[in-house]
């Protein structure tokens, strides 16, 4: 379906060659002061052509909001927005109409819907992310303006080049129950310190100076050899308050899953120790406790990633993304047309090398719908709880735990 | 919130130590015959106290259905069924009390509810998964009378003991740009072949024979240490039809990533090449097509996982899920309580060391309630178009690609 | 679909043949202090069996709560409840097998389902409304104790025999393009005075002392008639905040509509004015406003029947539903068998000649559930802009009107 | 919330002085040849301005279609649809201002979002219902083409004009038992024949020669007293498959009646028999049934509506609609400020002396939007079901009834 979210609703349309491209954002918070520039800055962000790393198309895309505002405040009626399409015409008819692009959606939608359209795979296109990069950036400008929320994505590898995430010097064999602790230190630092400014300054959206060098060379190499090469995003939700996630079937990790697999060429998700976790004796990867300066309760550790059972615990979020290398390269590929007839395909229309660091805004967007929506649940429910009468009869287990100071 | 699915919902209810656990499974669709037995089968995979590797506790969990059927079949109504718990004493004061578990879920479910409930994490226990086994195996039953679809899920890891996923002999550094292929031959053939006997011939529930028996004794060490590890579970699921999955929002992976990642524990997600599939140029990981032998398209190679652009395109799908290493130890922590109180805190309570191979049935059972949806609601759209007269006056660009022979 | 409500969901489950009829609670506000008699109370409002104006069967019907509470807290977790049933047995086979009972569900049920259930028309039974009283139970108790709401509904009419509504001193014909006041001053003094108490002073659920007599002999007639009548139920919430109902599908009365149209054998709702609204001039219609002692804002009138725009406005929300005349009758009907033959078919089963006194507490309950789901939405609003900061740049037309003293 | 449906979705967004109202609608089955004139048409009927009947404003209203459609072929994505406002500007500030108007949503908006905006009611304005009409012509284009579905509606009512509905000769007075059949034979005949056609011939759009001259009459004193006068509309649909409305929650009915009561300034629905199904014996009131010529069941009277327990039975629905006399008056209204200052509040604006005309298409459209929804979830259990393998050994009772011939 081309809706997401519960309260805060974000329902998306548009492919490749129709008029526009946009969304209908329901159910955002009355009163909230917003610029179309609030939601241009992601836009552009998202935008292909902005370097020669990526596809040379020059899209504009300018954001016009059609509702939902006056003089600049949200009405809390729906924002419907959109993006116009410079290329409205579906495409002439050419050979390669005979094909599935391998590794496309083209056999798939066919499959599903049962029409051919000229984009091929239609919705799957990265054209489609207009909708949810604006309505994330929307999200987000509430998220910062109420609780101080800050989600800064980047990209953390290209192909086999990876921003070191453990201590080079930990021993890590098969045949030693010990294992390193997932993330090192100054991973870790890297996690709670770096900002937007930090991933702008390189054109490959990593913040990590060496290995984006050496990130740039891996995809000019790709581009050079008429290929593509894939990537991973992380990405970091900081001063998210606690409480966050529905249990059971909502919990913040699986609603967050869903919403990052959802970004077309996606191929994995983990958060907090991710898939290094299953390798941890429990005894290093349970997140201590201990009392934190403002008299609350904060973990040494953050292996958990933020949440716990499902709910936030107020430590950052932490997550990372898999994208696959991009099935559209220029070079010939062996394959079958629609009927089984096998021939050679010669790749058309524009194409990233590797989409990853475009992918990151793309990334924020949903982890802002994620956060939002989920925040405006936990809203409710502490909202109704308040205007209950205090229970006086609890049993001892019952009684709520001394208030911390 | 504890409902899955749109068309068929599953809600579920209960936690440790209340009356009973269970759920009701909407919109299952009528005239299918079912037994209890069909139910049972999958829960006693589930339970504790198979072997001595998992916790000795012996529960009954007998399934006891009480709506939606008659005579054994389905009426198309509400399903709901309960297991009762044995105990369902909220448990007596004691010191432990004044700790939330590290890890666990008592302090989030705190900060989320305000109430502090008997079990601590409430419906975060694993407890509760029984309602989800139990609506599973319901859609499983039906996958596999309707579509003969096969779900197999195992144990692919524990700890740093893995399955060999790719090819001993390939080259894979970082100054290379070539990497080798995701998974090797072998590890594909076990994925199509791999039966639910193969799985149940091992304690661990790892197929592999000698990596089951290296697992075996990882767990033992763990117990010996009063420690615990972690691991991961493979699923993969043959025989679906194309064309299921709704994008853009609920793209087959994502629905898959949601529901796995609700499951307890779990820390990390991947579907087809998954992380690895960033790593490997486009050229390699593109899944060309051919003919196969009934005249259909499939692909040589399945990197997609059986899906592209979020559409299944009836090759297997196939994920790998990550689980942490289990909170609970039987070892002294030294954490905070709940005021900041630093402290040290003895476990309480029966636990496993580890608890991957107790989780293959539950990964199962959320594949199937995922494929029994989004089938339900393909099957809708396909329906409805059947009765649309046909058009008679579409350019080339749109005609249909050539029926298949 | 068996689930009801976005925040606070209500599942039900259940016939009248199965091992247990109920509904899991998903969504209650933790902290509620709750005991299974604030439930049980309701239950035996709607039981049959109360009077010999009613079907002589006598259910138990005590409520069995499994989940989600602990000490007679609510934990925030789902809330499972089943009431057990006595007749478990499916119906041995009969002649009247052969015939759909006309104006049943026997034939539509059969047509949807295609499966033949012992009890005919499956979850149409009134026993399906049992979860559906328990689930509201819940939902008026937070309301009660929250915001002091007070939900009050009586039958208003049974047969032609009408508690005395307009002024019987109005002219009101066609040729005038005056209208009476929709509700006479005695009538609106009745509403937002009515109390259970004097509703369940009378079999018949009247308060209005004569003309509950009068419908007491006209059940006795319709029973001695071997015959069934039908009646309205009026029903009036008192004190519900402001601000509830989703524009613009969600309306606060386009929710109460679904709900109450959802009750087995309801044919019309009308709310406010309703019916009589339309013949009335608008100069005369509208609701015009002024101080409260308080200094808020009221209306004079409220033949809006407290919504505008489809939003609450403090007044007293009331509505009136139609039930039919029950379609079980102790008299031969000559109809068809599915088959099409001709023929004639007696009754079977227990009855009640009317319906209207026991479908009292299930027209509270529905409005309990919509009063408190539309509550937590708004809520979660409320919450959400709140933690906004304050735009100090707004234009005249937009800028707040002056507080009220 | 501003989305209707569960499988055919309907978004709807805008305002009376934003940029643009639309709607986007998602889950279209693919493959339906649609072009803009298939919805402008009832746009148009939507429309004011279309005699001095209505108000004189002349707006356009022309559909720009946005996506989803290909060579006016849908391509089963969400089609996003909009149309221009001519006055996007926020109205300047005026003394008005200061006062909420009586019976408008100026107020219960304001304590809703707590924001002020330009339009006062936001989104309860009629300008709202251009979207719906869009989207229920394209459910209303499908249903045509595939079932044959027809859908009327028309005035039935203006005032206290009624198109007569019981037979005039019959006794209905409280004190007899007996009821006059809830509809005359004439008027079921004009039911189950009556066209648009038949409802355009006249302005009042009451296809009744004689009651629409009395309408036309009762409208234009209306106006001449600088007053508003109200109606019903009744609405018929006539081919529907057997098998719709999803019990219990989600009847047909019930979801009929959520989108009636949705439709601003609507004050009750009943359907079929309705109130006067109340007033009508058991014995009177079942519809009972026979063979019809094709071999089918049907009822030989149809007071049920076209619904049995929630479920179409392939009887026409039909349902009454009743409209509240317009809020805005061209007369000086004694009422109150914001603040409670008593004060005289002149009307402003455009507005219709009576809306029930405009309002033919609005219910039309809602009509096809449930009709639509429900038709697909009933076609997925019908898929889902016939994949099943037989059943060879059920009771007798469950042996489903002999095959019609």
């Known amino acids: 379906m081309s809706t997401f979210g519960k309260l805060f609703r974000v329902t998306t349309f548009g492919e490749s060659h129709c ?60 924002i419907a927005l959109l993006v116009r399409n410079e290329d409205q015409r579906p495409h002439d008819y050419s050979e390669t109409d005979l094909y599935p692009r391998p590794s496309h959606a083209d056999y798939t939608y066919l499959e599903k819907y049962g029409v051919k359209a000229s984009s091929g795979g239609g919705r799957s296109s990265a054209r489609e992310t207009v909708g949810r990069v604006a309505a994330g950036a929307i999200a987000e400008h509430y998220l910062k303006l109420a609780h101080g929320v800050e989600i800064v994505a980047f990209v953390s590898s290209v192909g086999k080049i990876h921003i070191p995430v453990t201590d080079p010097s930990a021993v890590d064999d098969a045949d030693n129950d010990d294992a390193p602790e997932p993330l090192s230190a100054e991973y870790r630092r890297l996690l709670s310190t770096v900002s937007r400014a930090d991933v702008d300054a390189h054109l490959t959206r990593c913040p990590h100076v060496e290995t984006a060098e050496r990130m740039k060379n891996r995809i000019i ?21 606690t409480g966050l996630g529905e249990p059971v079937f909502d919990k913040f990790e699986a609603v967050l899953a869903h919403a ?105 967007a949903m982890a802002a719908l994620v956060a939002m929506d989920l925040l405006m649940i936990q809203k409710s429910r502490q909202a109704a709880t308040a205007l209950l009468p205090p229970i006086t009869t609890l049993p001892p287990t019952m009684v709520m735990p001394p208030k911390r100071s």
């Open 19 to 78: 008029a526009s491209v946009g969304a209908i954002i329901d159910g955002c918070p009355p009163g909230l002061q917003l610029a179309a520039e609030d939601i241009q800055v992601q836009l552009d962000r998202r935008r292909p052509g902005q370097s020669d790393l990526t596809t040379p198309r020059n899209e504009k895309d300018r954001v016009h909001l059609q509702s939902g505002l006056e003089h600049g405040v949200t009405l809390g009626t729906p």
């Open 221 to 241: 190499r790709a581009k050079a050899a008429s290929d593509s090469i894939g990537g991973t995003v992380t990405c970091v939700i900081r001063n998210l308050p």
């Open 260 to 364: 990052m697999l959802s970004i077309p060429a996606t191929k994995g998700f983990e958060f907090g120790s991710g898939f290094r976790g299953a390798e941890v004796p429990g005894s290093v990867h349970n997140d201590k406790f201990s009392k934190r300066p403002d008299g609350s309760l904060g973990t040494e550790t953050n292996w958990s990633g933020g949440v716990q059972g499902g709910i936030t615990n107020g430590e950052d979020v932490y997550f990372r993304l898999s994208f696959k290398s991009p099935a559209t390269i220029s070079q010939a590929q062996e394959t079958a047309q629609y009927d089984g007839t096998p021939g050679s395909l010669e790749a058309r229309g524009r194409h990233d090398p590797c989409v990853v660091p475009r992918a990151v805004p793309i990334v924020e």
